[in-house]
């Protein structure tokens, strides 16, 4: 099942995508913040391909969309660092740079 949510987060929307287990059960979901410049991805995603096409993202761990706005930034890529993301801050934070 594929889930999509308009997120306010902070003022501004962001558009969350979430694919229930795609593993099957007892597997995690598959999460993706889409924000107007960049993406926020589970790690369930691959950082290696981001990095390859050049995209400004992070890596933030989580099992549904509050989470991932709560928890901290694992990874970044070097286009999201250039937009201002780093390791340790929360998603949420993460997603007001890509979005800007």
């Known amino acids: 099942m594929i889930q999509v ?12 995508i979430c694919i229930k287990a795609p593993g099957g ?3 995690p979901n598959m999460l993706v913040l889409l924000c ?4 926020i991805m589970c790690g369930y995603l691959n950082q290696a ?14 099992s ?6 709560a928890n901290p930034v694992k990874a970044v890529t070097p286009e999201g660092e250039k937009m ?6 929360s998603g949420a934070e ?5 979005n800007g």
């Open 5 to 16: 949510e308009m997120l306010d987060v902070n003022g501004q929307t962001i558009q969350g």
């Open 25 to 27: 059960e007892g597997h």
């Open 36 to 39: 107007k410049k960049g993406y």
């Open 49 to 62: 391909a981001a990095e390859k096409f050049g995209d400004a993202a992070a890596v933030v761990g989580g």
């Open 64 to 69: 549904n969309f509050d989470e991932v706005l």
């Open 84 to 89: 201002g993301v780093a390791v340790g801050m």
């Open 94 to 98: 993460a997603a007001m740079k890509l």
